[in-house]
Each structure stands twice: as C-alpha cells, then as structure tokens.
C-alpha cells in the first residue's frame, strides 16, 4: 500500500543553522501538506501546497519557513534559522483532492539545541 | 478558539469492552476525520466522514457526525490491548483550504 514517507527520523540542530525536512508524497496525490506537533500539545496546521504553489498558511508559518516541490517526487520544508522553539515532531501528508483523506508520513523529531 | 476537541481526555477500559470517544468543533465544516497514533508514532487515518453523512463504519470501527450539535463520537468496539493509543479528530473547516484544526486527542488505554 502506498505510503507518505519522511526523512530523517530525527534531526539535531544548534539553534540558528537551517534544517530541511524531507517527504515523499504518495504518488498520484496533488495536495501536500505539513503539519507539527511540540511534545505533549496539539496537531498544528502550518501550509498546504497545491499546484506548485503554497494554498494556504498558519501565522507559525512566518517568514523563516519555506516549502518546495523541487522534483517530481519530493516535497520539503525548510527552516531557515532554527529557534528552541522550533523542536517538534514535523509531519507531512499528502491528499488526492482537498476534499478527502490526508494520509500521514511517520514524521521527523527535530530538536533544535 | 479551539476547533476540535475531545472528551473525555484520557479512557482506561477492559480488553473487550467497547471504547467511545466524543469530539466537538466549532464551525461549518466539509468533513471530520478521526486518526489513531500510538505513542511518539505517527498519525494513522481511521476515517473520515462528510457534513452530508450521519454515521460510517470501518470493521470495529463506528463514527457518528451530529452537524447540528457539531459534534462526532468514535466507538471501537471489541477493543483490544493493541487499540492502545491516542485518538484525534481533525476538521476540515469549510471556510479553511482544506488545512485540519486538530483537537487535543482522547489517550486510551486498554487494559488486558
């Protein structure tokens, strides 16, 4: 069954250095998003992406983040300047339309330091 | 405001029993859809279920959706030790772009 797929696991990072998180969507699906979740707290929507273009954001997702589809295949997230703040387990999902089912990769643990 | 939230906000019930978990939201919405994540885990979907359905099975699975009182239950029925994990609703929010509000999740424990 096809699958969302992200990497790495888990990233470590000082604070200030640039991450970028990676994904792979499932392969037919036009609608890409990401999402967070700090340990303990809620699910946050940060940006949809649909047709090379960004379809909608959270205020979390402010200037210092950036996404991009730079292939066929992946779909990435961007962190320029990383802040303590910013650790998270960081998921990416991908839908065939907008009116049906995200489905969830198994995520990224970013912990910045 | 809060968009999704469940109650009751942790469940510990006897392997067998039957398990459900409530969810409200706030605005008009296109559909609700529940996830299941074990724990540090990902976020699996279990089922989605539009603002035109009332109810919608998936095996053990049973999720109703009352849009007048804005409010979905998940029922597992049967449970199982491995059913251990936290539920969330998400909502796809009608005036949103399909992003999902996420409510705080229901952590239930199955005991054997």
């Known amino acids: 069954e096809p699958e969302v797929t992200q990497t790495p696991s888990h990233q470590v990072t000082q604070m200030g250095q640039e991450v970028i998180l990676r994904c792979v969507p499932i392969?037919?699906?036009?609608?890409f998003y990401w999402y967070r979740q700090i340990l303990g707290q809620k699910v946050e929507f940060l940006v949809s992406?649909?047709?090379?273009?960004?379809?909608?954001k959270s205020e979390i997702f402010d200037d210092q983040f950036s996404v991009e589809r730079p292939d066929g295949s992946n779909f990435t997230l961007k962190i320029r300047s990383t802040k303590l703040e910013d650790s998270a387990m960081y998921f990416c999902a991908s839908s065939l339309d907008g009116y049906n089912e995200q489905f969830f990769g198994p995520g990224t643990r970013l912990t910045v330091l | 405001s809060q968009q999704g939230e469940e109650d009751p906000q942790a469940l510990s019930i006897q392997e067998g029993e039957n398990a459900t978990m409530n969810c409200s939201y706030k605005?008009?919405?296109?559909?609700l859809q529940w996830y299941r994540q074990n724990s540090g885990r990902g976020l699996v979907h279990l089922i989605l279920i539009r603002s035109n359905e009332r109810e919608k099975h998936s095996g053990r699975l049973r999720v109703t959706l009352d849009t007048s009182k804005k409010s979905s239950s998940l029922l597992i029925t049967a449970s199982r030790a491995a059913d251990t994990a936290s539920y969330f609703c998400?909502?796809?929010?009608?005036?949103?772009?399909?992003?999902?509000?996420w409510g705080a999740g229901t952590k239930l424990i199955i005991k054997p």
């Open positions: 605005t008009s919405i296109n559909n």
């Open positions: 392969s037919n699906h036009l609608y």
């Open positions: 998400a909502t796809d929010a009608k005036d949103s772009n399909y992003q999902l509000i």
């Open positions: 992406f649909y047709n090379n273009e960004i379809s909608e």
